[in-house]
């Protein structure tokens, strides 16, 4: 198993699932800070729920369609970082990341995101990465950014959350932007 150094005392793994039990009280730290962030398919409950959670993932890593990580500070799993799509035969993906409240401010999602691209440009050919977030979501767009990202558009009334409906910013870099250093002069928190 491999474990990439982020930075300090912060690590990024494979998130699997034999972390079932690592990951849902992980979840119970982080529940109510990401429900109106993310997925409503990703915030779950308890041990099943968890299983349930990593057991859908290594499938779409099976399947080479999508990807899980973990990042753990002081051997304690406080967040990560996914490719949510992963098509090779088009060239395109979609990463996101979550972290529990205390591990925010602490440098940790964009560096992770980085080598999530590093990887996909480099090793598998892709041609285009996307990052989605709710548009009143400044910290998720900030990573974006830091990223060197394009904000391309926004998509009005998509993201259905607590009985309203937000829009959602689409954000994308593409291969040659990212291999003339898209993201690389970027501060790493």
């Given at each position: 198993?491999?474990?990439?150094?982020?930075?300090?005392?912060?690590?990024?793994?494979?998130?699997?699932?034999?972390?079932?039990?690592?990951?849902?009280?992980?979840?119970?730290?982080?529940?109510?800070?990401?429900?109106p962030w993310v997925g409503a398919g990703f915030v779950t409950d308890g041990l099943d729920g968890a299983r349930g959670i990593l057991s859908r993932?290594?499938?779409?890593?099976?399947?080479?369609?999508?990807?899980?990580?973990?990042?753990?500070?002081?051997?304690?799993?406080?967040?990560?970082?996914?490719?949510?799509?992963?098509?090779?035969?088009?060239?395109?993906?979609?990463?996101?990341?979550?972290?529990?409240?205390?591990?925010?401010?602490?440098?940790?999602v964009t560096p992770a995101c980085r080598a999530l691209l590093d990887w996909a440009f480099a090793e598998r050919g892709m041609y285009r990465a996307?990052?989605?977030?709710?548009?009143?979501?400044?910290?998720?767009?900030?990573?974006?950014?830091?990223?060197?990202?394009?904000?391309?558009?926004?998509?009005?009334?998509?993201?259905?959350?607590?009985?309203?409906?937000?829009?959602?910013?689409?954000?994308?870099?593409?291969?040659?932007?990212?291999?003339?250093?898209?993201?690389?002069?970027?501060?790493?928190?």
């Open positions: 198993m491999f474990s990439l150094p982020l930075r300090d005392d912060a690590r990024l793994r494979p998130l699997e699932v034999w972390h079932a039990a690592e990951f849902a009280a992980h979840m119970d730290r982080a529940r109510e800070h990401i429900r993932y290594a499938g779409r890593q099976a399947a080479d369609g999508g990807r899980l990580y973990g990042i753990w500070h002081a051997d304690t799993l406080v967040g990560g970082v996914m490719f949510t799509t992963f098509d090779a035969a088009s060239g395109s993906c979609e990463i996101g990341c979550w972290l529990e409240p205390a591990a925010e401010g602490h440098g940790l996307e990052w989605c977030c709710r548009a009143d979501n400044e910290r998720s767009a900030a990573v974006a950014r830091r990223l060197g990202m394009t904000l391309e558009g926004v998509r009005r009334a998509v993201w259905p959350f607590a009985g309203a409906r937000h829009d959602q910013q689409v954000w994308a870099v593409l291969a040659p932007e990212w291999r003339s250093g898209a993201g690389a002069d970027r501060p790493a928190s």
